[in-house]
């Protein structure tokens, strides 16, 4: 696509991000594939480059979902405690009261929808400074310590009467676990990942993935980059489809193209028509997607479709309008906390997908060169 190389090679040089790669598809295959700047020292990006994806493995944990439910084995309204006992420990945090919690039992019962659609009460500590006070007064670990005990996170609200951003997915995930009888990362590979052809994509970097595996930045206040390490935990006691995987450009558009496909692809089928409506239609059912503010040097502020209606399907964040120059109503779309960013267009038959690994998640320089992309791709 005319000017997309330009445009990447000018967000690089004006440190917009460190480096990035894009890629353009249509229903037909990819339309534009391209990189600018170094992934590594002295090591070009490109398309085999690896890298931390974190929260856009959130989809596929909701692809998981709407698998099971549509074999029968899950549903919409399946209670949480129902597959999972240990959810009915949870208490809803009220407030903070001389550095300790007020806790109280739910009033309403958290199902499967509110999982999926981040409504079921829980929220990271990096967009809601009461969860960080919690855990700073009580020890409890972050979920990126790959523990059980790390789930046990307060809820915020009671279920089904807030949007907010937690750990949804990694219960959801282990409620398909729990209901399918496989471990999260064999029902990820032999349902998902294999019959897709990812097979960069994994739960545990190999000796030989060294070569290929980003570097993260992180923004200094002088606007330039530094290095700084943050990796999805290693070997933990379960793996959390919040943020567990890595994988190359080349594979997430696959994945991308399914979706666009209406579960397909290259006559693989991975959803049928219920599944894919579930994923493409909202499912939250009364609360809508709220600015997300932020508690961490982590992130900026998100509020990604400023003054129009968002709704959240069972594995995307939605616009319900379209987004002048843009992406039309009803794409679906979400991103990794390193700043891997995609959406998936039904209406125009389109998905892209920009990668690069950089903090603070959703900042102004890279927000721009995201706009700027967008617009690009509509325009040609």
């Known amino acids: 696509m005319k000017g997309l190389q330009a445009l990447l090679e000018i967000a690089v ?8 790669v ?3 598809a249509d229903r037909n295959g990819v339309s534009y594939e391209g ?3 170094d992934a590594g020292y002295y090591r070009k990006a490109d398309n085999r480059t690896i890298f931390r994806i974190f929260s856009m ?11 099971m439910i549509e074999r029968g084995k899950l549903s919409l309204d399946t209670p949480v405690a129902a597959v999972l006992p240990e959810w009915d420990d949870l208490s809803v945090c009220e407030s903070m009261q001389a550095g300790k919690p007020v806790l109280r039992r739910p009033r309403t019962q958290a199902t499967l929808r509110h999982l999926a659609t981040h409504t079921s009460g829980l929220e990271y500590e990096f967009w809601n400074s009461d969860v960080a006070a919690y855990m700073a007064a009580t020890g409890h670990p972050s979920v990126l310590s790959g523990t059980l005990e790390s789930m046990k996170y307060p809820l915020m609200t009671d279920p089904g009467t807030r949007w907010g951003y937690g750990p949804n997915i990694d219960w ?3 409620m398909v676990a729990a209901a399918d009888g496989r471990s999260i990362d064999r029902f990820c590979q032999e349902e998902i990942l294999m019959p897709l052809g990812m097979f960069s994509t994994r739960f545990e970097l190999l ?6 595996l980003a570097n993260v930045h992180i923004r200094a206040a002088d606007r330039k980059f530094l290095p700084v390490d943050i990796n999805p935990p290693t070997n933990p006691e379960f793996y959390g489809m919040g943020h567990a995987l890595y994988s190359t450009i080349r594979d997430y558009m696959r994945f991308c193209r399914m979706i666009l496909n209406a579960g397909t692809l290259n006559g693989v089928r991975i959803l049928g028509p219920e599944g894919i409506s579930l994923l493409s239609n909202d499912q939250m059912g009364g609360p809508r997607f709220t600015k997300m503010v932020s ?9 990604m479709f400023p003054g129009l209606p968002v709704g959240h399907t069972l594995g995307f964040l939605q616009n319900q309008a379209d987004v002048p120059g843009q992406r039309r109503s009803g794409s679906l779309t979400w991103a990794g906390v390193l700043n891997t960013h995609f959406w998936i267009d039904p209406k125009a038959g389109l998905t892209a997908v920009i990668m690069t690994q950089s903090l603070p998640f959703a900042d102004t320089p890279l927000m721009k060169f995201y706009r700027d992309f967008e617009r690009v791709v509509y325009a040609a």
């Open 295 to 303: 508690s961490s040097l982590l992130t900026e502020d998100v509020d």
């Open 22 to 24: 894009a890629s353009v």
């Open 13 to 20: 040089s004006e440190a917009q991000v460190p480096f990035v």
């Open 172 to 174: 959801l995930c282990r």
């Open 57 to 67: 493995t959130k989809a596929i944990g909701s692809t998981m979902a709407a698998i």
């Open 35 to 37: 990189a600018a700047g």
């Open 207 to 212: 000796p030989d993935d060294a070569a290929q």
